[in-house]
């Protein structure tokens, strides 16, 4: 035997071509070299879209294709999940052919800039601060007639913020 190919049109294990080719002569005990079909080339490319990256990989290795383009963008799934791909799964496919992938960020942190809460009403500033994802820590003093109003914040306003950071509220007692 001399090697194995890929080939549409003979099933796996079938002689594709042959040297010296049939019908020639050939001497006692001479050399007859076999290329053997691996069958067809075409394989169905696999189902990625909710996979880790890293079982994509896996799964295309098994199916003899590799991991073409691969863009990234925030979205709802988890970071390092396949969202798409291209060609479709159960797409034919030539085995040694790519599978672009589109992979999630996993979803994207919002920012605020923080608002000027002194003065308000400690009610009012700890509902607008829920109202944005932030995480309001009230503390209190004495400061005679600002009664449960905002006396002092932390960030300060105008400061950029992320979605989930704490705030301090300093409220008069």
Do not use: W
């Not at 890929?6 to 070299?33: C, D, I, M, S, W």
């Not at 309001?136 to 914040?153: H, K, N, T």
């Amino acid at each position: 035997m001399a090697g194995e190919e890929y080939h549409p049109a003979f099933p796996k294990g079938a002689v594709v071509r042959q040297t010296p080719a049939g019908g020639n002569r050939l001497r006692k005990n001479g050399e007859v070299r076999l290329i053997i079909s691996k069958g067809s080339d075409e394989t169905l490319a696999p189902e990625l879209v909710g996979q880790p990256i890293t079982q994509a990989q896996r799964m295309l290795a098994e199916h003899g294709l590799l991991l073409g383009p691969t863009a990234k963008v925030h979205a709802a799934l988890p970071a390092g999940v396949v969202i798409s791909q291209d060609p479709p799964a159960g797409f034919p496919s030539r085995r040694g052919s790519t599978v672009s992938v589109l992979v999630s960020l996993g979803e994207e942190e919002r920012f605020y800039v923080m608002p000027n809460l002194v003065g308000q009403r400690e009610e009012e500033a700890v509902t607008l601060l829920k109202e944005m994802g932030l995480e309001a820590r009230v503390s209190y003093e004495s400061f005679p007639g600002q009664d449960r109003r905002v006396v002092q914040q932390d960030p300060s306003f105008g400061t950029r913020i992320k979605e989930r950071e704490q705030v301090t509220l300093v409220v008069a007692q």
